[in-house]
């Protein structure tokens, strides 16, 4: 089984920054597609941005030009750099990875239990 933990959620002004981490653990083979989504109250989680062992991102347009991904691949942790938060930002933040290892050694999906950014006007 993998586990993601996360942190860096919390409350910001609009325009501010904040920093979330987040990080696998368990028997992992090989940690695939690592990213982050969101769900706000009342709608259906969405992506924020996913990034491939390989480095390649992709954002929603939502995001692009003021969140930044990032992973470490010998740590297996993901990090989302959001600056010019707006209060539209505000969401449950979830980690997502799909990985391999037992017992089933395929590549499936694992979330965190997410965090809370609120983002005030």
């Known amino acids: 089984q993998v586990q993601l933990v996360e942190s860096g959620g919390g409350l910001v002004q609009a325009g501010g920054s904040l920093r979330l981490s987040c990080a696998a653990s368990?028997?992992?083979?090989?940690?695939?597609?690592m990213g982050w989504y969101r769900q706000a109250p009342g709608k259906q989680r969405e992506l924020v941005a996913t990034?491939?062992?390989?480095?390649?991102?992709n954002d929603a347009d939502s995001v692009k030009g003021r969140f930044t991904i990032s992973r470490d691949n010998a740590k297996n942790t993901v990090d989302l750099q959001m600056n010019s938060l707006k209060p539209e930002d505000t969401a449950v933040y979830y980690c997502?990875?799909?990985?391999?290892?037992?017992?089933?050694?395929?590549?499936?999906?694992?979330w965190g239990q997410g965090t809370q950014v609120t983002v005030s006007s």
């Open positions: 990034i491939s062992s390989g480095g390649i991102t």
């Open positions: 368990g028997i992992i083979y090989r940690v695939n597609a």
């Open positions: 997502y990875c799909n990985a391999i290892g037992p017992p089933l050694w395929r590549g499936d999906d694992y």
